[in-house]
T-cell receptor
């Protein structure tokens, strides 16, 4: 099946700085890469996703880049705010199709005032 | 749209008891997925179901765990004879029907059921 690695496991930034989280995947056939945000005790929520026919996608302060050759994709958050503090998970679909996802191990982002 | 519903939100069981976790997908969604999240870990896929059909259960432990999604009513994840290692948050997600191999639809997660085994 798909193997997804995520780094760093923790990330601390000052408010207003940028944060970057990186993931690598193993299955070159994967073509859908969502990012989820999970606040403490809450459900994971999709914040952005990218499909393999594009290299970058932006939504206000959040962007995702995809490098299919290197098999990695990254989440970029600019002008971070305290409410961005949460655990962020990347994901990729399992080999062989179906909609099931393999998740990375998560990045605990802390935005400090 | 009420979103994905799960109940109970918290469940406490003693070792050897059974745990039943329920998930109602979003209106119009025909696919349900169950994931397990251990403390400070990521989400691990368990099982993927459509109405009356298990599509993929490759992530389910071979014993004690079962899942169903009947024609009427919620999807049920059942854990028999629970052990302390079953303590975790169990999340259900749902999506619209997937068009085919290589197609993906956003999965919407429920609030989770936090199972504690004493």
């Amino acid at each position: 099946g798909e193997n997804v690695e995520q780094h760093p496991s923790t990330l601390s930034v000052q408010e207003g700085d940028s944060a970057v989280i990186k993931c690598t995947y193993s299955d070159s056939a994967s073509n859908y890469f969502p990012w989820y945000k999970q606040e403490l005790g809450k459900r994971p929520q999709l914040i952005i996703d990218i499909r393999s026919n594009v290299g970058e996608k932006k939504d206000q302060r959040i962007a995702v880049t995809l490098n299919k050759t290197a098999k990695h994709f990254s989440l970029h958050i600019t002008e971070t705010q305290p409410e961005d503090s949460a655990v962020y998970f990347c994901a990729a679909p399992f080999t062989g199709g179906g909609n099931k996802l393999t998740f990375g191990t998560g990045t605990q982002l802390k935005v400090e005032l | 749209n009420a979103g994905v519903m799960q109940n109970p939100r918290h469940l406490v069981r003693r070792r050897g008891q059974e745990a039943r976790l329920r998930c109602s997908p979003m209106k119009g969604h025909s696919h349900v997925y169950w994931y397990r999240q251990l403390p400070e870990e990521g989400l691990k896929f368990m099982v993927y179901l459509q109405k009356e059909n298990i599509i993929d259960e490759s992530g389910m432990p071979k014993e004690r765990f079962s899942a169903e999604f009947p024609k009427e009513g919620p999807s049920i994840l059942r854990i028999q004879q629970v052990v302390r290692g079953d303590s975790a948050a169990y999340f259900c997600a749902s999506s619209e029907m997937v068009a085919g191999v290589g197609s993906y639809n956003e999965q919407f997660f429920g609030p989770g059921t936090r199972l504690t085994v004493l």
